[in-house]
Nanobody, 122 residues
């Protein structure tokens, strides 16, 4: 059973930065697709960024140029570097993983973490 644990969330002022981490355990390999999703208060969950086993990434237009997704060489830790944060980035952020070789934000990810809260104040 794959387990995902997010960390790094918190409260920050607009314009600030945070780095989220997602530690994966269980039968997960470098070939897994991984991604970050978020759910703002009162809204539906939305995709933020994904990365596949070739290192190819997809990034939502709303965060492009500000957020960067990456993973360590083992493939077991996923990161989301968030810069120039805006109030509208406030959300619960979730890490997800799937055994597919290729993925994007429309992929049905099978494994999910519990989430980490990010709050951006003006």
């Amino acid at each position: 059973q794959v387990q995902l644990v997010e960390s790094g969330g918190g409260s920050v002022q607009s314009g600030g930065s945070l780095r989220l981490s997602c530690a994966a355990s269980g039968p997960i390999y470098k070939r897994y697709c991984m991604g970050w999703f978020r759910q703002p208060p009162g809204k539906e969950r939305e995709g933020v960024a994904t990365i596949n086993n070739f290192g190819t990434t997809t990034v939502a237009d709303s965060v492009k140029g500000r957020f960067t997704i990456s993973r360590d060489n083992s493939g077991n830790t996923l990161y989301l570097q968030m810069n120039s944060l805006k109030v509208e980035d406030t959300a619960m952020y979730y890490c997800a993983a799937d055994g597919a070789a290729f993925c994007n934000m429309g992929t049905t990810f099978n494994y999910w973490g519990q989430g980490t809260q990010v709050t951006v104040s003006s």
